[in-house]
């Protein structure tokens, strides 16, 4: 009997994913309802990184869902839900962000890359070996050292 139970009870400790809130809103129409979906696909999880808040099971994330409805609700448009979640997050929570000082080296940071990387490969292969300069005593060694091998 008391195997029953402590078997329930690794059961009920083991399936803790069941017990996960699911998020359930409630639209005025089915446009509002596909404008939220766009709006919280295009938004960007700041503790996931690679997912957007529609995708994330992170706390972070219902947050920012729950904030994208009620700014819908009291009518926002999708820019100022935008504009408001980039002041809140910072350009992160954008997949797209703006070019400004700040993030101008994110957008030319891979093109530098790449030029300064041309650069090193064409002065390199532009650079070539000097022969080494033997002194008069060094060549002497070395017809010597050909000599010999070739009497073997």
């Known amino acids: ?3 029953k139970y402590l078997m329930l009870i690794a059961g009920m400790l083991l399936t803790t994913s069941v017990w996960a809130a699911i998020d359930t809103y409630h639209f ?3 446009e509002q309802e596909e404008h939220y979906r766009e709006l919280t696909q295009s938004l960007r999880c700041p503790k996931c990184q690679n997912n957007s808040i529609a995708d994330s099971s992170a706390m972070i994330a219902a947050d920012m869902r729950e904030k994208v409805y009620q700014l819908m609700e009291q ?7 935008i504009d408001y979640m980039v002041a ?8 797209d962000p703006p070019v400004t000082p700040s993030t101008l080296i994110l957008w030319l940071g891979p093109l530098l890359f790449v030029i300064g990387g041309g650069v090193v490969i064409f002065l390199r292969a532009k ?3 000097q022969a080494a300069k033997l002194s008069g005593e ?6 010597k050292v050909i000599a010999d091998k070739e009497q073997l």
């Not at 009518?75 to 839900?81: A, K, N, W, Y």
């Open 127 to 129: 650079r070539q070996p």
């Open 88 to 95: 809140r997050y910072g350009n992160f929570v954008t997949y």
């Open 75 to 81: 009518g926002q448009s999708r820019q100022q839900i």
């Open 28 to 30: 005025s129409s089915v």
């Open 138 to 143: 060094e060549q002497q060694r070395l017809a």
């Open 1 to 3: 009997m008391f195997r």
